[in-house]
């Protein structure tokens, strides 16, 4: 029976990861659209933890910012790993408590799970995952005894020539019996050269005490790297991506070319799918059914609905209903809500506006702080005067309008349903529902003005 919900995680996130050469505290640099922390975090909930402690100390506000649905302990000092789980002892009651890091973003919930498993069927007290390395240059090595239990765990620079060989690496995931682990923590001393607390060195006071310590192997060992600067942070990021593509592609989405299509973490996309060579699918964004997106496109925390096309455009922020087309080249900028069926065109920016269904703006338009109802049509050239260089203004258009080629709309304006505006026109007052609003100069013809003026080229 798997009773990983009497789990406690704690997630030691407090280093400050020097190698990064970052202002960021380096926990929070992004794997996918997700930073690494929440990958580690989701990863805890996903298996089955009931409570995640997050010990933080570099950047202690901005990732207790940046993370939801966990308690914090807060390590004033970097005083070493085990010095870091000490710090959330007051969480620590008989429940199993599982550490794990905040730069190891690749761990799977399947792999916890599989660790849990061996620590109950091993009847162990305490359960380290591991892996073999290659090149296990820089980990702490696993010493086991003659029946298989682990002895120790040797940091790389205390280790001899003779443990140095061991490819069997420590990961730094842990599953301890609590009340057990507790006590340890106690008894955990700094008499090592770099003078801090090693977590390591309860497994070598567990030992002590006659308690069990099991390991288990895991086979992928690419799971437990932990990033470390900026090259491993790339080597993450490409790990996780085929993931999450290969993860897609399983689930009936279509991708033309994987190596230029980047989908976030976070991002849901229903079957049918199409996505196209060189798109960007960013943060929460979803995207309905039988929906097209590409070539060259980003979409980022949008919502596109059944059967819409986005080609060569940017997204953002924007909801877009069933069977809509944007594109190529439109610019949706946060906050628009668009209607189903509807058009937006070419060289089409949209701001925080409604825009109805069945409704198009077909070309060279802008669209900013808009209310435009249902079946309206934007001529070329129509734009929304939202700004009056101090304040923004909302124009509303109303169901089935027609608004000519070259119409400004000065805000704040309401035109009524079923209007017509002519081209050209720059409408500053409400138009009352169908009328023909024209404002401009009536044109004149001069007669004879190009020749009168010496200007005329005559015919060969
Ligand atoms: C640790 C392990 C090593 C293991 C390796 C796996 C110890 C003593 N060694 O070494 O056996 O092979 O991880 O990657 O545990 N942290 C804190 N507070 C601290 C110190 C660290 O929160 O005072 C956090 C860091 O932010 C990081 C994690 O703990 O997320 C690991 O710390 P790090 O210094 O990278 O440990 P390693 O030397 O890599
Ligand atoms: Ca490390």
Redesign the pocket.
Known sequence: MNNTSYMLAII????E?KRMYSKKP??LHEVCGKAMVEHVVDCAKEAGASDTVV?V?HGAKEVQDTIKGVKFAL?KQ????G??VMQAAQFITDRDVLVL???TPLLTPQTINKLYKAHKQGGYNATVLTADFENPY???RIIRDNNGKVAA?V?ERDANSEQKQIKE????IYLFDGSMLKEALKELKNDNDQG?Y???DVIKIFNDKNLSVGAYKIENSGEIM?V?NRLQLSQAASIMKKRIIEGHLLNGVTITDVGNTYIDAGVKIERDVTILPGCLVKGTSYIEEDAVIGPHSTISDSHIGAGVHVENSVVLESRIGEGTTVGPFAYLRPGNVIGKHAKIGDFVEMKNSNFGDHSKASHLTYVGDGDVGNGVNLGCGVVFVNYDGKEKHRTKVMDNSFIGCNVNLVAPLVVGKNSYIAAGTTVTKDVPEANLAVGRIRQENKEGWVKRKGLLKEEE
Not at 12 to 15: D, E, N, R, Y
């Open positions: 030691l996130a407090a280093g990861g380096k926990v010990v100390g390590q970097q005083k070493g790993t010095h870091a890091y905040g730069d820089s980990y702490g765990i940091e690496v420590n990961s730094g801090e090693y977590l390591t932990g470390n």
